[in-house]
């Protein structure tokens, strides 16, 4: 079974320039979240979602990120006039729908500079 | 990571050695996941805990909801366990984990 895949691996932008991450989940995962990891933390979440509709986006900086999934597959997270604080690596998850174990799977990451 | 806590925030083993690592929780987690993250970033999945323990080779996990903890025990401490481990809970609103800021694992030849 293939993993979550994420694209591109490695990212780097000036200030103002914008950026789209994209991520494919495990086949018939249902729930895809996307977290922000800034160095030395842990992730924090910043969008999830159940097939094509957010469920939870109430940590994403609405002003400069989106972040989209149409056909409830794969997902793209953008950020419009990227901040030298916006420097992290961005992973995205997903989940099955399993009541009794809701792991979560996640990709390698983009490592995203901000210069 | 308040609402997570993880101890210690390092921690340096002998080869073949033995250690635990713990998470204190302030919010009302039902369920409790642990990974590992490597050098290179990717985040494996080690356990997922409803209240109760669970054991996976040399390690060993355990959740107690009721005093809010969990713990992992490492056994017999392998070159390749280095990395940052992280736990991360789930509250009663379900779906969202919230985690530590980690502790970072070397272990030595």
């Known amino acids: 079974e293939a993993g979550v895949t994420q694209s591109p691996r490695y990212a780097v932008l000036q200030e103002g320039q914008a950026v789209s991450f994209w991520c494919d989940p495990i086949?018939?995962?249902?729930?895809l979240y996307w977290y922000q990891q800034p160095r030395d933390q842990g992730p924090q979440l910043l969008v999830y979602?159940?097939?094509?509709?957010?469920?939870?986006n109430s940590q994403l900086p609405s002003d400069r990120f989106s972040a989209v999934r149409p056909k409830g597959t794969n997902s793209t997270l953008k950020i419009q006039s990227a901040k030298q604080g916006d420097t992290a690596t961005y992973l995205c998850?997903?989940?099955?729908?399993?009541?009794?174990?809701?792991?979560?799977?996640f990709g390698p990451g983009t490592r995203l500079l901000v210069l | 990571g308040d609402k997570v806590k993880q101890s210690p925030s390092a921690l340096s083993l002998q080869e073949g050695t033995n250690s635990a690592l713990r998470c204190n929780f302030s919010?009302?987690?039902?369920?409790v996941q642990w990974f590992l993250q490597n050098p290179r970033g990717s985040l494996m999945n080690l356990f997922y805990l409803v209240p109760g323990t669970k054991e996976n080779g040399r390690l060993k996990s355990a959740f107690d909801s009721k005093e809010s903890y969990s713990t992992l025990h490492i056994r017999d401490a392998q070159l390749e366990d280095s990395g940052t481990y992280f736990c991360a809970a789930e509250d009663s609103a379900g779906n969202k984990l919230t985690f530590g800021i980690g502790t970072r694992v070397l272990v030595r030849p």
């Open positions: 979602f159940r097939d094509e509709a957010v469920i939870d």
């Open positions: 086949s018939g995962h249902d729930t």
């Open positions: 998850a997903s989940s099955p729908r399993d009541y009794n174990q809701d792991t979560q799977y």
């Open positions: 919010i009302a987690a039902t369920t």
